[in-house]
Nanobody, 122 residues
Framework: QVQLVESGGGLVQAGGSLRLSCAAS????????MGWFRQAPGKEREFVAAISWSGGNRYYANSVKGRFTISRDNAKNTVYLQMNSLKPEDTAVYYCAADVAYAVVRTVPGYWGQGTQVTVSS
């Protein structure tokens, strides 16, 4: 099992940047594919980005491609989401997710963090 704790959210102006972090517990972090999702008020949770256990494969939602970068440091049991050129429509609660299967982490991951709020002002 793995427990996930996000950090790094906050308030930023449009065009600015934030980096989210997700710290995972357990000694098998490197066995998990990791992902980020977000949920805006009144909307369903949506996929943002995913990374395979080795970091060799990455996948992004079209809405963030070219602006967001997912990365991981297996030595630190941490996955990151670097968010650049932020837009007001990026405002949401961002959730970290994990699953042993890379294909599954993009859809119905088995583990979730508690979320961190990102607010982008216009």
């Amino acid at each position: 099992q793995v427990q996930l704790v996000e950090s790094g959210g906050g308030l930023v102006q449009a065009g600015g940047s934030l980096r989210l972090s997700c710290a995972a517990s357990g000694r098998t972090f490197s066995s998990y594919a990791m992902g980020w999702f977000r949920q805006a008020p009144g909307k369903e949770r949506e996929f943002v980005a995913a990374i395979s256990w080795s970091g060799g494969n990455r996948y992004y939602a079209n809405s963030v491609k070219g602006r967001f970068t997912i990365s991981r440091d297996n030595a630190k049991n941490t996955v990151y989401l670097q968010m650049n050129s932020l837009k007001p429509e990026d405002t949401a609660v961002y959730y970290c997710a994990a699953d042993v299967a890379y294909a599954v982490v993009r859809t119905v991951p088995g583990y979730w963090g508690q979320g961190t709020q990102v607010t982008v002002s216009s």
